[in-house]
């Protein structure tokens, strides 16, 4: 019996009086709750009725004054398809009465061969499946609803198969004709870029065998017009009985948009980084400018000064001239020492010197220290394709290391190799010293920050290779253009 104690309102459509009578007696006797039966001789009354009743059962003859067959139930399912339907055929009909039910009909009867226990069971059959059906076409709904809603690709394969089928997206996001439109797994893994397809098919296999309920991967998926997205696709695998898989479910996410902001993001963040570095070395610069004229134009003119007066007190006999002698030595070695300051503070003119020079007095600075050894090589040319700020920072960058190797390595041996080649240029500089360990690396001192960040301001690369009494090896590699 029907679950629910509500009443049914039913229509007949009968042309004949006795079947009418025939049936409307069977359907008291099934015991069924009535409350209104109603009854069309034609299909024409029965249109008329359906304005303004709604029945929950209707059923249908279908050989009717006013309508034949398939068309009398076309007829009737267009303005009624909510509504369940159970034909009424004789034997003749069973063919066509069958025909209905692929067309949306619930069931259907063959006149004279039932009695009001099938009828009923044929009645409560009739209504709950239209009920379900009516919720499945809901969920469906739905469902196609949330997919467009989300504009997201979704898909479903058959394990079982290799069928897929596919979301609009297919078609709207990636651009994949429904004309030459394939829906064979293999259709798909095509699809998948050949640098990422390996990868994830394992991943795809490895999830499945391994019998988890889900996978998911990052991976570039081909368009129409050859182009590709990078997409996120996320997989739900479908157990049977027997706890195999049988089926996937997913859902593929464009994230082309996203990785492009981000991205650009990176790019943004790079150059300001990159031009926060450059102000902040031009500033450098301009402060050891200022403090070089200071040192050259101002203190190192009191020295000179000061040693006239020295000179002039040493042709005067009744001074004491071993002290006279002592100071002139200090004096002069103070003048030098300034000046050699001076000039790696103004250096920055290295429009008026040749880097080539620049960097021998380096060299020089080196070898003062007689326990160590140097060795050097500097290319015969391209120097002259070097910007004046760019061989400031080539200059500066020796500079640092080379004060580094002076003050901390304890080296023996030191060399500084400077080459050109197809407008790279490469700065390596090694020492025996007593080297570093990994977590000075990964700390850079104020010298190593300030290399890193001229190297980084042109472009370029910067490699150390050092290990605890391994010496040090910083290498550099940075464009001309």
């Not at 409350?35 to 024409?44: D, E, G, P």
């Not at 226990?117 to 059906?133: G, H, N, Q, V």
């Not at 060399?415 to 977590?439: E, H, M, P, Q």
Request: glycine letters at 6%; hydrophobic letters at 35%; one cysteine or more.
């Amino acid at each position: 019996m029907i679950s629910t104690q509500i009443p049914l309102n039913i229509l007949v459509v009968e042309d004949n009086p006795a079947d009418f009578f025939l049936l409307n007696e069977c359907i008291r006797k099934t015991g069924l709750a009535t409350k209104n039966v109603l009854h069309a001789h034609k299909l024409k009354e029965a249109l008329e009725i359906l304005e303004t009743n709604n029945p929950d059962l209707i059923f249908l003859d279908l050989a009717l004054p006013d309508g034949q067959g398939i068309e009398s139930f076309n007829t009737i399912n267009k303005v009624a398809s909510h509504l369940s339907i159970i034909v009424l055929s004789g034997l003749t009909d069973k063919h066509m009465a069958l025909h209905t039910i692929s067309l949306g009909a619930q069931d259907y009867l063959v006149k004279g061969t039932f009695d009001e226990t099938l009828l009923a069971k044929s009645i409560e059959y009739t209504i709950e499946r239209k009920k379900y059906m009516r919720s499945a076409s809901e969920n469906a709904e739905r469902y196609n609803s949330l997919i467009k809603a989300s504009n997201d690709t979704v898909w479903d394969h058959d394990l079982r198969t290799g069928d897929m089928n596919w979301s609009e997206g297919i078609h709207s996001i990636f651009g994949h004709s429904p004309d030459g439109f394939l829906t064979g797994y293999e259709w798909h893994l095509e699809n998948i870029h050949p640098d990422d397809r390996e990868r994830v098919i394992k991943k795809i296999y490895h999830s499945i065998n391994d019998n988890t309920d889900q996978w998911n991967d990052e991976y570039r998926y081909a368009c129409g017009n050859g182009d590709f997205k990078i997409v996120y696709d996320r997989g739900y695998i479908l157990l049977d009985e027997h706890q195999q898989p049988y089926r996937m479910i997913g859902v593929m996410i464009d994230l082309s948009d996203r990785k492009k902001r981000e991205e650009e993001a990176i790019r943004a963040e790079l150059e300001r980084h990159k031009l926060i570095a450059e102000t902040t070395i031009c500033t450098q610069e301009n402060e050891r400018k200022q403090i070089g004229r200071e040192l050259h134009d101002n203190i190192n003119q009191i020295l000179v000064t000061a040693k006239l007066y020295v000179d002039v007190a040493l042709r005067e006999e009744e001074v004491e001239k071993e002290l006279l002698y002592k100071s002139n030595e200090f004096i002069m070695k103070a003048i030098r020492e300034i000046r050699s300051v001076s000039k790696s503070l103004i250096a920055g003119s290295m429009k008026d010197i040749r880097l080539e020079e620049s960097l021998l007095e380096i060299v020089e600075t080196l070898k003062l220290d007689k326990r160590m050894r140097v060795a050097y090589t500097l290319p015969e040319k391209g120097t002259d394709k070097i910007s004046a700020d760019k061989k400031l920072a080539i200059f500066r960058i020796i500079q640092e290391q080379v004060n580094n190797i002076i003050k901390h390595s304890r080296a023996t041996e030191a060399s500084i190799s400077l080459d050109i080649s197809r407008n790279i240029l490469y700065l390596v500089i090694k020492d025996n010293g007593i080297g570093a360990d990994s977590d000075h690396k990964k700390n850079k001192g104020i010298g190593l920050h300030n290399i890193a960040g001229r190297v980084a301001m042109y472009d370029g690369k910067m490699e150390i290779v050092t290990n605890p009494r391994m010496g040090y090896n910083l290498s550099v590699e940075m464009p001309l253009a």
